[in-house]
């Protein structure tokens, strides 16, 4: 009775206010129970980022459904077509140590950017503070107080005890490339699942 456009991008404008309500409620409850940054604009970030992981998740999904007619299939692919993506996010294994051949899942991966754009947000502010505790003309040079994660300032724990929250990370990376990657996955995504079903469409026509 109507073409696949007005049907793709109907379904998808209704479903859009549940698809930034459901990542902003979970990210209302857990951001100040879980104790992240206190700064409101950081809050803001972190809401704007979970929502476009679970959209660009969303986008994933469709095409996956977009590209099997059997629902059974499609269940069933999904975890193999995930996996890979969230073994190379950095949760596992650093970015650095992913062999070249494989980069291709890191760079198409929600995971890698979601986990970077979230880390940068919290601990970016906290960067600050380590600069001045390496720098000899700061007046917190070697000061292991002004540092929240003492773990993260060299000398003030043991060596067996240091951290570094960055050091999955790709060294490139920052919080709004990683934010405009997820942005740009997100868009393609929709545009791939519609590419697919418009196809579809005028096969079986």
């Known amino acids: 009775m109507y073409k696949t456009s007005p049907y793709f991008w109907a379904k998808i404008i209704s479903e ?3 698809s930034i309500l459901t990542p902003t409620i979970f990210g209302c409850i857990v951001y100040y129970a879980i104790g992240y ?3 409101f604009g950081h809050f803001l970030v972190f809401l704007t980022i979970l929502v476009l992981i679970y959209n660009a998740s969303s986008g994933y999904s469709l095409i996956i459904s ?3 007619s ?3 299939l499609a269940v069933t692919l999904t975890p193999v077509l995930i996996i890979p993506f969230m073994l190379f ?3 596992f294994v650093s970015s650095d140590n992913i062999p070249i051949f494989l980069k291709e899942f890191e760079y198409l991966s929600i995971f890698k950017y979601g986990y970077e754009s979230l880390m940068h947000n919290q601990f970016d502010p906290y960067q600050e503070q380590v600069n001045e505790y390496n720098d000899p003309d700061s007046p917190y040079y070697q000061d292991c107080s002004h540092c929240t ?3 993260w300032c060299p ?5 067996a005890q240091a951290c570094s929250p960055f050091s999955q990370l790709d ?4 919080r709004w490339s990683s934010m405009m990657a997820l942005a740009i996955i997100y868009a393609s995504c929709y545009m791939i699942a519609w590419a697919i079903l418009s196809c579809l469409s005028n096969k079986y026509e």
């Open 171 to 174: 060294e490139n990376s920052n």
């Open 66 to 68: 977009a590209s099997f």
């Open 70 to 72: 059997d629902k059974q």
């Open 16 to 18: 859009l206010p549940f």
């Open 149 to 151: 994660y003492e773990c």
């Open 37 to 39: 940054n206190p700064e």
């Open 89 to 91: 996010a950095g949760f």
């Open 155 to 159: 000398g003030c724990v043991p060596k």
